[in-house]
Nanobody, 123 residues
């Protein structure tokens, strides 16, 4: 069992930065790939970024590539999402999730989810 708690969301102006954190419980955190997803009002939840459990390969949605960076600290059981050059269209609730295997781009493969943190980007 893995419990995930996100933090770091808030209100920021366009062009600004935020760093989201996702703290995980459990001693097996390092064996899970981690992903970030987001859901804007009236839209479906979508993939943002993911990081593998082994060598730390990273994957990004085209919409955030070059602006967002995912990383993990297995010693702290934490995964991060550094978000730079934020745009109003990045406004959403951001969720972190954990999976042992599967397609990291697909939310159906993720077993555990956090409660989400709100990110609002003003223009």
């Amino acid at each position: 069992q893995v419990q995930l708690v996100e933090s770091g969301g808030g209100l920021v102006q366009a062009g600004g930065s935020l760093r989201l954190s996702c703290a995980a419980s459990g001693r097996t955190f390092s064996t899970y790939a981690m992903g970030w997803f987001r859901q804007a009002p009236g839209k479906e939840r979508e993939f943002v970024a993911a990081i593998s459990w082994s060598v730390g390969n990273t994957y990004y949605a085209d919409s955030v590539k070059g602006r967002f960076a995912i990383s993990r600290d297995n010693a702290k059981n934490t995964v991060y999402l550094q978000m730079n050059s934020l745009k109003p269209e990045d406004t959403a609730v951001y969720y972190c999730a954990a999976t042992r295997s599967g397609d990291l781009y697909s939310q159906g493969w993720y077993e555990y989810w956090g409660q989400g943190t709100q990110v609002t980007v003003s223009s």
